[in-house]
């Protein structure tokens, strides 16, 4: 029994020490001119849904829930947001070649009909960023239009 209250106090101590371990926060009151909302005519209605349930992680200004100040859920996201605007930061999104617009557009479609984006660990918490089969079919429509468009 005594062992157990060691490795619980080691634990507790381990917990307690990394909450004061730094993590990048990623965010900037600016929206730079070549942002994806600024450069296309996006509707309301997508612009809404963009925000909601893809610039968290595919922009530079995340906006942050209550728990990222806990350790290591914050990490764990300062980890998916630097995947996510490496793979697609919708801030940068005009100094993008045409050509390198068009594939990210065709991903985007991919990612969105094989309901691989937003993450589901995104949505399980974020249920408002969970797109419905309308809001699926708006998006891809606009999107496609939009690639056909370059």
């Not at 730079?32 to 309301?44: A, G, H, I, Q, Y």
């Not at 968290?56 to 605007?85: M, R």
Request: with cysteine; net charge negative.
């Amino acid at each position: 029994m005594r062992i157990v209250k060691i490795i619980a106090i080691i634990v507790l101590l381990a917990f307690v020490g990394i909450q004061f371990v730094p993590t990048t926060r990623n965010h900037s009151d600016i929206v730079p001119s070549t942002d994806f909302m600024l450069v296309n005519n996006v509707p309301e209605t997508i612009q809404n849904k963009l925000q909601t349930s893809c610039y968290d992680c595919h922009s530079n200004n995340t906006q942050y829930p209550w728990y990222n100040k806990i350790q290591p859920v914050a990490w764990f996201l300062e980890d998916h947001i630097k995947e996510g605007k490496a793979e697609l930061n919708f801030n940068e999104w005009d100094s993008l070649s045409s050509r390198r617009k068009a594939s990210k557009l065709r991903s985007i479609i991919k990612q969105i009909e094989s309901g691989e984006m937003p993450l589901n660990s995104y949505v399980l918490i974020h249920k408002d960023a969970k797109f419905s089969e309308a809001e699926t079919e708006e998006l891809i429509s606009f999107i496609t239009q939009l690639k056909d468009s370059l």
